[in-house]
């Protein structure tokens, strides 16, 4: 777990250096949430009532492009060759890229939950179920994302191959998330609970499956 | 010898399809009656129900070679899952747009959002829609192989989803439950889905078969072609070699 860790720690490290994740993939979140509210023409009710399923949409363009970032800084200086000669196993070179993308993705989220509430003068009734559901599912996400994101590597055509692989099942996720946020938001009558059920099933599903697969496709990084 | 993908085994299986095609389409248009409540919209899931089978064989297929490509390292393995998720996305294409024929006048609209298998089928469609995108842009044959293999198997966690969703979902779709199983279908129209499903599970092998063996030919192309430009680089070198020799103290093309 140390070496998990230390990996993770890099990560944020270089974060809070470059402070890409704050200057640019949280502004784009925001611009998502105000254009989003521009197309629906500012119209209250129907943001409030939408806020869940706008809200993970946005999180998932934002979480694409942080984990874009995350595969960028072992790509620039072929980090990604030092990480393979470092000994580490895949599981916790894996463990380490998703831990970090999962708390940068979640600072991100808690500043839209802000902008949500300001913008789309949405409340949090439940806010215990928020908070599970936005966890699973974002940890859900960067599972997914920090593998297919290596996936992705070598390849000219990354920044349009990554949306179009993982998008796709991240969907069962997307819904998940967005049931258990209106149940939490008090937008519908769903139990929530039970979908942040099926988000632990995703997130668990991922995980394994990650730590699995990532030292095959790390040796061809 | 041109290669060629038709076999003796191929041409009478396609012959037995053709013949099983116009069978299908006799008991599906002629000797089976109209429903009562769906009347001529029901001959559509003579089609629709075995190609949505079928798309779950091709994925299946295609995550069984995915798992043994990382198993084995096989090249025959990894064609084998790419036709397989081919076959798969075709008739996994064919169950959405059979399904949204039957849909507008039985449900009275081409598309439900609300409904949770056409959400997983699309999903399950567009994740292998994916997969075969992938493959066209990795150009190295072995690490496409590993890579896409993983996908592969990441995708075929959809299937138990799509398959189960109108049971674990209930209330969030508008498809019935499996009626195969309790034997709910009148008798002609059971035997004709029965046709159905074995003349397109022929369809499947005869297209499974010549995908997989224009794979097979696209590899070897691959291969042979870069055994060529190997062999013709070094033929131009020895060239060089012989010239240089030749002509002490004339520069070589390759010095330029």
Known sequence: ?221 | MRPSTSSRATRLLGAALTVGLVVLGLFAFVFTEADLVQLDAVRLLYVHVPVAILSYVGFSVCAFGSAMVLWKRSTWWDITAAAGAELGVLFAGLTLVTGAIWGRPIWNTWWEWGDVRLMTTLMMFLVYVGYLAYRRVVPAADVRARRSAIIGLVGVLNIPIVNRSVEWWESRTLHQKSTLGELKIEDLTLFTLMLGMVVFALVFAWLMIHRFRVGWLEHQAETVGLVAAMAERRAQRDAEIDEALAHPGVSSGSDR
């Open chain 1, 1 to 221: 777990m140390r070496v998990l860790w230390a990996i993770a720690e890099k990560d944020l490290r270089i974060e809070v250096r470059s402070k890409v994740v704050a200057s640019q993939v949280l502004p784009f979140a925001m611009i998502v949430l105000v254009l989003f509210g521009l197309a629906l023409d500012a119209d209250r009710a129907t943001l409030r009532s939408f806020t869940p399923g706008l809200y993970w949409v946005a999180v998932l363009f934002a979480a694409i492009l942080a984990i874009q970032r995350s595969v960028s800084v072992e790509t620039a200086s072929s980090a990604f060759e030092a990480l393979r000669l470092s000994g580490a196993a895949g599981w916790q070179v894996f463990g380490g890229k998703a831990l970090a993308v999962a708390a940068q993705l979640l600072a991100v989220e808690a500043v839209m939950a802000l902008g949500v509430v300001v913008l789309y003068r949405s409340s949090f009734d439940d806010p215990v179920l928020v908070v599970t559901a936005a966890v699973g599912a974002t940890v859900a996400i960067s599972a997914a994302g920090s593998l297919y994101g290596v996936l992705a590597v070598g390849m000219g055509v990354r920044d349009t191959i990554l949306p179009m692989l993982l998008l796709p099942i991240l969907a069962p996720v997307l819904v998940a998330a967005t049931r258990a946020f209106d149940d939490g938001l008090g937008t519908a009558a769903v139990n929530g609970w039970s979908w942040c059920g099926l988000l632990a099933f995703f997130a668990g599903v991922y995980l394994v499956v990650g730590g699995a697969a990532y030292s095959v496709v790390l040796e061809d990084a």
